[in-house]
């Protein structure tokens, strides 16, 4: 089955300690981007890659890191995670560029901070 | 730089009646329109997309938006909805090419809810 794979679903962690939120896709997928979502305020982007080795700040870039070493992981990478974190994280996929081809989401991680 | 500012935060309507979810753009490059669907507990879903052509856009479970260039609007109707299509939608933007073509910037969300 086609999907967009995120681990974990759910999160709890303490200020400081360092996290991975892997992110894996088997549609071998050009494109691939990491969103958060807060209410209020929709999904905003935090970094996309447009292919291997190819990573671009979204635009809440501050605080967090990714990889693209591997075409179907794209993992997310908080050093030093903070309480305004806390919140709902979407990784997505396309195949091309997201203007010629849909966006396929993952079911989303919910991390809080404390 | 590019924005989208979806009108409502919430939209109440009964089963069978019209519904019609407002989005507003901004950009200054041409640009794509896509609205996005999300059921509770899930990622998002493609709903429909105007990338050129005609400027009404419909998806196969009769929704439909139109593009309006003058209005810098793309609006979401439904002329009889369903307590399925309870879900929060999401207008997104992207630009035409250039050298921000890997970004999408969504609106923030309204939700649609059908009451029996």
């Known amino acids: 089955e086609a999907q967009v794979t995120q681990n974990p679903r759910y999160l709890i962690t303490v200020t400081g300690k360092k996290l991975t939120v892997t992110c894996s896709q088997n549609m071998n997928h050009e494109y691939m981007s990491w969103y958060r979502q807060d209410p209020g305020l929709g999904l905003r982007q935090i970094y996309y890659s447009m292919n291997v080795e190819v990573t671009d700040k979204g635009d809440v870039p501050e605080g967090y890191k990714v990889s693209r070493k591997e075409k179907r992981n794209f993992p997310l990478i908080l050093e030093s995670p903070s309480p305004n974190q806390t919140s709902l994280y979407f990784c997505?996929?396309?195949?091309?560029?997201?203007?010629?081809?849909?966006?396929?989401f993952g079911n989303g991680t919910r991390l809080t901070v404390t | 730089a590019q924005s989208v500012t979806q009108l409502d935060s919430q939209v109440p309507v009964f089963e069978e009646a019209p519904v019609e979810l407002r989005c507003n753009y901004s950009?200054?490059?041409?640009?794509?329109l896509f609205w996005y669907v999300q059921y509770p507990n899930q990622g998002l879903q493609l709903l429909l997309k105007y990338l050129s052509g005609s400027t009404l856009v419909e998806s196969i479970n009769g929704f439909e938006a139109e593009f309006n260039k003058s209005q810098t609007s793309f609006h979401l109707r439904k002329p009889s909805v369903h307590i399925s299509d309870t879900a929060e939608y999401f207008c997104a933007v992207g630009p035409d090419g250039g050298t921000s073509y890997g970004k999408l910037t969504f609106g923030q969300g309204t939700i649609l809810t059908v009451h029996p």
């Open positions: 950009s200054s490059v041409s640009v794509y």
């Open positions: 997505a996929s396309s195949l091309e560029t997201v203007n010629n081809s849909p966006l396929h």
